[in-house]
């Protein structure tokens, strides 16, 4: 089972850019398709990006396409959201997950980072 840390979350101001990345351990992501969930309080976690195992193809939730940007690195075994143009309603725990290929539940997931953004 693949272990995974998400960083780069904080504090941003309306219109700022963050960096997420999600480091994974104890196996190789190029064995698994990646995505990102946000959680907002009071919310339901959502998927607002995914990737499958060699980047050949993504999807991005309506509300942030064109601003985020879903990527990853099997070689640093590594997941990355960049995140442009914030806006106060993605502030949301931003979560990491994995699924192994061919299954549609998403079995592995890091702990969460917070995004704030202020307006």
């Known amino acids: 089972q693949v272990q995974l840390v998400e960083s780069g979350g904080g504090l941003v101001q309306a219109g700022g850019s963050l960096r997420l990345s999600c480091a994974a351990s104890?196996?190789?992501?190029?064995?698994?398709?990646m995505g990102w969930f946000r959680q907002a309080p009071g919310k339901e976690r959502e998927l607002i990006a995914n990737i499958n195992w060699d980047g050949s193809s993504r999807y991005y939730r309506d509300s942030v396409k064109g601003r985020f940007t879903i990527s990853r690195d099997n070689g640093k075994n590594t997941v990355y959201l960049q995140m442009n143009s914030l806006k106060p309603d993605d502030t949301a725990v931003y979560y990491c997950a994995a699924r192994t290929f061919g299954k549609s539940e998403w079995g592995n997931w890091g702990q969460g980072t917070q995004v704030t953004v202020s307006s």
């Open positions: 104890g196996g190789t992501i190029s064995n698994y398709g």
